[in-house]
């Protein structure tokens, strides 16, 4: 959606949908816009800040012109701006006209705002947060034997009921997991969505904070590291429970399983080939706005440079780093490597391991439950069929968010 130049005349009135603009974080000549609604965020020199505040006040665009050549001695086409602004969809109406533009995902919770959920986040609590941590990580070197083993995952002798409950355990803790994450935005004043999403072969449940970007890169910290800093908490807990508290002889088994399980999801954080939790902070920490989309441009770029024995490029390539910042383009070179190499890496241990091992159990499930319908063990096929159900099911759920998600990019790619 463009509007033509001229809708905008010098005596045009502008109403712009609600608007974060703050200063940029690295460069004081900057600042940030964006609608937090849509996710969509720019940066702009900063008298485009005092632009959009004399808009705000419903001054016409002559009068804007004006003010600005005045107190910054600048000559602006505040009329161009605006046409860029609705490009952006920005704008929400021009002289009275309501603009077209894309519906706002609803927030997920709205209802749960800013002073609802501050507290958990002040100081006391994270206090709290570190003793606990630090009395269950005193506990494991003082008591070594706490720390979980791979043979605590199979508390039951049946292997389908082990799965199936410690994958329900799974799906609450990843549930609370990016429950943080949103209560971690909306203590900045940010929505934020959660859904399935994919990365590589793994189905994720993932939180959509892109509106984070409106707060300084100080406090977005607090919204990658609070889905990781509520596992270690619940870990650390269930840790100090299984340590001191007199638990019942059924729940001794199931707390050293939920454990490793919660263990177990910690270091996929750290693969930060992938947009996970850890990737988010490496990218403010580097200052990069875009390193995951920027890194792959960038491995495309040197896979059509090489071409192959067989095949060139038709046409020269343009190396996509070669407009960033040089801090930026350095960063994001170091890192298509480490994203190049993860993710084949990964990919090929689960094309060799991974997925022959789903396959291989799957088909063992649906040979004890075809055994259990003509008179083999009932208990066995029963077994079996909760295999099938929870590792069927996540295989099922992968596919089906997989086409969703990039339901447009098949559609380009088909016309």
């Given amino acids: 959606m463009s509007v033509p130049a001229a809708e905008v005349g010098a005596g045009s009135v502008v109403r712009l949908h609600p608007l974060v603009v703050r200063p940029d974080d690295d460069d004081p000549d900057m600042i940030v816009a ?17 632009v959009i505040r004399l808009l705000g006040e419903g001054r016409p665009v002559a009068d804007v012109e004006a003010a600005i050549a005045d107190e910054h001695d600048v000559e602006l086409d505040v009329a161009d701006f605006v046409e860029s602004l609705a490009d952006l969809e920005f704008v929400a109406e021009i002289d009275g006209l309501p603009l077209p533009g894309t519906a706002p995902k609803a927030a997920h919770f709205p209802g749960i705002t800013e002073r609802h959920v501050r507290w958990l986040f002040a100081r006391p609590v994270r206090l709290v947060w570190l003793a606990v ?3 269950a990580a005193l506990t494991v070197v003082v008591r070594p034997e706490l720390f979980p083993h791979h043979r605590d995952f199979f508390w039951s002798e049946y292997t389908g009921l082990s799965v199936l409950v410690n994958t329900a355990f799974f799906s609450v803790l990843a549930s609370v997991h990016e429950m943080m994450h949103l209560l971690a935005a909306r203590s900045l004043g940010a929505p934020a969505r959660i859904a399935f999403g994919t990365r590589l072969h793994y189905l994720v449940v ?6 984070i970007w409106g707060v300084p890169r100080r406090h977005r910290y607090r919204v990658y590291l609070a889905g990781m800093a509520s596992d270690l908490f619940l870990i650390a807990t269930m840790l100090l429970a299984v340590a001191y508290l007199p638990v019942p002889g059924f729940a001794d088994a199931l707390l050293p399983a939920f454990i490793l399980t919660a263990l177990l999801s910690l270091p996929l954080q750290a693969q930060i080939y992938m947009r996970t939790d850890l990737y988010f902070v490496l990218r403010d920490l580097l200052r990069c706005k875009d390193l995951f989309g920027d890194g792959l441009r960038y491995v495309r770029y040197l896979l059509a440079r090489a071409g192959t024995p067989f095949r060139r490029p038709a046409s020269p390539v343009t ?3 070669g407009e960033l910042a040089p801090h930026e383009r350095r960063a994001v070179r170091i890192y298509a490597v480490a994203l190049a190499l993860g993710g084949s890496v990964t990919l090929t241990v689960f094309a060799f391991y991974g997925g022959p091992i789903i396959v291989n159990g799957l088909v063992h499930a649906f040979a004890a439950v ?24 996540i295989q099922v759920m992968f596919l089906v968010t997989f086409f969703r998600t990039r339901r447009p990019w098949l559609r380009r790619s088909r016309s």
């Fill in 34 to 50: 964006g609608r937090p609604d849509l996710g969509e965020f720019v940066e702009l020199p900063a008298v485009c800040g005092e």
């Fill in 370 to 393: 075809w055994d259990g319908l003509h008179g083999g063990p009932a208990v066995a096929a029963v077994d079996a069929a909760l295999l099938i159900l929870v590792e069927g099911g």
């Fill in 206 to 211: 993932q939180t959509d904070v892109t509106a």
């Fill in 319 to 321: 190396d996509p780093t």
């Fill in 133 to 135: 941590v630090a009395a």
